[in-house]
């Protein structure tokens, strides 16, 4: 196909309405004779022209034109058409008749097949090409590993559902497959969480439809243990609803290879029988210890104290599974985003962290996926021990001491956002001696502000006078907490406009500043750039760039507002705002106050646009402000 016929049909698409010939004839440079010859090819590749006295129209095209303008449009899309056409082909292929179907130069089309070969090599496998032809060599294993996870990272991608067969293009069929995994499994008593089913499943869909194209796993010759006889009888089970549903026989190959993902992913444990006295019972000491090595350094280097019993036995068994995977070379989805690294910054610094002690200590490769788990486990006791709950003081009448109830009531319905430090009688009622953020009365006396009215036995509207107080409280102190202590955190000389091209470059130049400050240590740079090689810290516009420990001088935070946009880490963002941010030790408390409003703010996209147009630092400290403090 010419590859005006692409650029016309483009241009259609833009304009929307009708174009008269004699435009389109101006804007291509031929004769209208050859717009209508585009017109027919158009039409006749997928495309609905109208043609009328108005002109031409562009009314609809098929899926196969859609993927045809998007990969020409867009370079990573071309990518991974070029991966799945050579995944899918039972022959080398034609690097000239590549060239010609994505529409590009053969140059081109080698600079693709490098690309690839970069991704490949994560998953064992290579391209091979002799003189012209060009094909991919590899285990079928991980062929299928490849694409469980370009599926699960893709999902939404139209030409992926489109060309798996079975799943996710047909919800209805997905829904019955996580089900019957979902029993068969439960038939034999093995578990498996929501996460582990959507990978079986996965797997089962993939290799229905590599099967069916001719494309059988091979046998791994591998001794697998006796032990799991439960897991036998769940994989005939699997086998035999593939048979009837897929029309597919698994070989004797594919049947070890589904043996092997269900022992990666289910767990034959009961894990309301587990606790932290027994757990020896059921997980390898080797397991254990790590879990306990991890949580003595994250208590050493981060200050917390929040690990309990349930978390030792959850991420303990989360350990196991993680070197499970581990062995073989299965994958993880990535079931969030950014979305959990903006919401608990902190949680998902510690699981980099966590990440980082597996890897030196033990020889781990944690992908992001891996990272994103292990930071839904710290965020179940990070959370909670991070609470910013507000104090208050409750009040009640000398002669009704059975008011204290009303008290443990008022507690339990706030339990989330205030404790009661003292319970008192009116009578031996002294601000001097009980004092608290917030009292709360069954009295109608003058006594000291904040303070809520409510009747001996509370109703709706005194649950909501209390709610309305806290808030305001909460807000207040931030107010408080702002305006004290944000601007010896960030001071004019850590203000700057940047026009650096280079990620790495720009945090040396930042962390350049600080350490002349003397707030930062001379390895601080290195630190960085550590943490950047593990997770990059950018989220939307913004990167916030940090070494793992509360290990600085001095806490601060550095501003670089960068124009134009500069293109941040692996995950190649376009970055407006940077945020160099130190923590000292002792002020980590504070400090992590100022950084939860921080992180609120340029959140939004819309203050981060905002603030990206400030020239200076009071500019800056201006508009800042009044987002911070703004209700």
Not at 32 to 42: F, G, H, K, L, P
Not at 310 to 318: A, G, K, M, N
Not at 347 to 375: P, R
Request: glycine share 2%; proline share 3%; hydrophobic share 40%.
């Amino acid at each position: 196909m010419n590859k005006k016929v692409i650029q016309m049909v483009r241009y259609l698409q833009r304009d929307g309405a009708w174009v008269r010939g004699e435009r389109l004839s101006a804007q291509f440079g031929v004769s209208t004779r050859q717009i209508r010859n585009y017109v027919s090819a158009a039409n006749a590749s997928g495309c609905l022209i109208s043609s009328s006295e108005k002109g031409y129209r562009l009314l609809d095209m098929n899926p196969s034109f859609r993927m045809l303008l998007d990969a020409e449009d867009n370079p990573e899309s071309r990518l991974k058409r070029l991966l799945l056409v050579l995944l899918f082909s039972s022959e080398p292929e034609d690097i000239f008749t590549f060239s010609e179907q994505f529409y590009v130069s053969v140059p081109t089309m080698e600079a693709d097949l490098q690309k690839l070969r970069r991704v490949l090599r994560e998953y064992a496998l290579e391209i091979v090409r002799e003189r012209d032809l060009v094909w991919i060599s590899g285990a079928e294993k991980n062929k299928r590993r490849l694409l469980c996870n370009y599926c699960y990272a893709e999902q939404r991608n139209e030409y992926l559902a489109n060309r798996t067969s079975f799943f996710p293009q047909d919800a209805a069929k997905e829904i019955s497959l996580r089900q019957a995994v979902r029993e068969k499994l439960l038939e034999q008593g093995i578990f498996a969480n929501d996460y582990s089913l959507g990978n079986i499943a996965l797997y089962l869909a993939v290799s229905a439809e590599r099967i069916c194209a001719g494309f059988q796993v091979e046998a791994s010759g591998q001794l697998m243990p006796d032990a799991f006889n439960r897991i036998d009888l769940a994989v005939t089970a699997l086998a035999a609803y593939m048979s009837l549903h897929f029309s597919l026989s698994l070989s004797e190959a594919e049947t070890q290879a589904l043996r092997e993902v269900l022992i990666q992913q289910v767990s034959l444990l009961d894990y309301t029988k587990i606790s932290p006295d027994n757990l020896n019972e059921f997980v390898e000491e080797k397991y254990c210890a790590i879990t306990r090595e991890i949580m003595d350094q994250v208590k050493q280097f981060y200050h917390i104290e929040c690990f309990d019993g349930d978390f030792y036995v959850r991420f303990t068994l989360h350990i196991r599974n993680i070197f499970t995977r581990q062995q073989g070379g299965f994958f993880t989805r990535r079931f969030l985003d950014d979305s959990l690294k903006v919401a608990y910054p902190i949680a998902h610094d510690i699981s980099v962290f966590i990440a980082q002690i597996l890897s030196k200590n033990y020889g781990a490769k944690i992908s992001d996926d891996e990272v994103t788990c292990i930071a839904f486990h710290i965020c179940s006791c990070v959370y909670d021990y991070s609470k910013n709950r507000i104090s208050a003081v409750f009040i009640y009448e000398s002669y009704y001491d059975f008011f204290r109830k009303t008290a443990e009531v008022v507690a339990q319905r706030f339990s989330e956002d205030l404790f009661i430090k003292h319970t008192v009688s009116i009578s031996d009622y002294l601000p001097s001696v009980y004092h608290a953020d917030l009292l709360i009365s069954t009295v109608d006396a003058p006594l000291p502000e904040p303070c809520v009215l409510i009747h001996p036995f509370p109703q709706k509207q005194d649950f909501a006078a209390i709610q309305t107080q806290i808030k305001k409280i909460r807000q207040k102190k931030e107010r408080d907490l702002v305006s004290k202590t944000f601007l010896s955190y960030f001071n004019r000389d850590f203000f700057l406009r940047s026009t650096q091209s280079d990620s790495h470059a720009l945090i040396r130049q930042m962390c350049a500043q600080v350490i002349d400050q003397q707030y930062a240590t001379e390895d601080f740079t290195q630190r960085v750039l550590l943490r950047e090689t593990m997770a990059d810290t950018a989220f939307g516009a913004v990167a916030m760039p940090h070494a793992l420990s509360f290990s600085t001088l001095k806490s601060f935070l550095s501003v670089a507002i960068c124009d134009p946009p500069i293109l941040w880490g692996h995950s190649a963002k376009k970055v407006q705002l940077v945020i160099l941010i130190g923590t000292n030790s002792k002020e980590r408390r504070t400090f992590s106050r100022i950084m939860d409003l921080l992180i609120e703010v340029v959140s939004d996209a819309a203050n981060v646009a905002e603030l990206e147009r400030c020239e200076n630092y009071d500019a800056f400290i201006d508009r800042f402000f009044s987002m911070l403090l703004e209700d």
